[in-house]
C-alpha cells in the first residue's frame, strides 16, 4: 500500500501563486507515475499534470500548460505542484494520486482510472 498526503491549499487571488505538496509513503518502490488531478463541485475529476518517476518526464492539461509546474524531490518522495498565474477556474479540490504502470512516452498516464492511490485532496480556491 502507498499512503498520500497532499498539503499547501489555500484562498488566493487571480494572478497569484501556491505550490501543493503530496508526500508518499508505505511501499513506494511500486510506484512509478505520480499526478496531480483535480474536482471542481458539480464537475467530473479531471487530469492536470503527471510525472514518470523513472525516467522524469511532465506531461500537463492544456488549461495549465505553461502556468503549473510538476516536479519531485527523490530524498523526500514528496511531489509539488507549483501553480502560478492563477485563475478563478482553477477553483477545486486537487488530488495527489500514484500508479503502478508507466503510462506512454508520449503522453503519459491522464487517465483517473488508471492510479491506484489518491489522497484525501485539498482545496484551492482563487478569487478574481
Known amino acids: 500500500q502507498v499512503q498520500l498526503v497532499e498539503s499547501g491549499g489555500g484562498l488566493v487571488q487571480a494572478g497569484g501563486s501556491l505550490r501543493l505538496s503530496c508526500a508518499a509513503s508505505g511501499r513506494t518502490v511500486s510506484v512509478y507515475t505520480m499526478g496531480w488531478f483535480r474536482q471542481a463541485p458539480g464537475k467530473e475529476r479531471e487530469f492536470v499534470a503527471t510525472?514518470?518517476?523513472?525516467?522524469?518526464?511532465?506531461y500537463y492539461a492544456d488549461s495549465v500548460k505553461g502556468r503549473f509546474t510538476i516536479s519531485r524531490d527523490n530524498a523526500k518522495n514528496t511531489v509539488y505542484l507549483q501553480m502560478n498565474s492563477l485563475k478563478p477556474e482553477d477553483t477545486a479540490v486537487y488530488y495527489c494520486a500514484a500508479s503502478r504502470i508507466q503510462g506512454t512516452l508520449a503522453t503519459g498516464l491522464r487517465s483517473r482510472w488508471e492510479y491506484d492511490y489518491w489522497g484525501q485532496g485539498t482545496q484551492v480556491t482563487v478569487s478574481s
Open positions: 510525472f514518470r518517476w523513472s525516467a522524469g518526464n511532465t
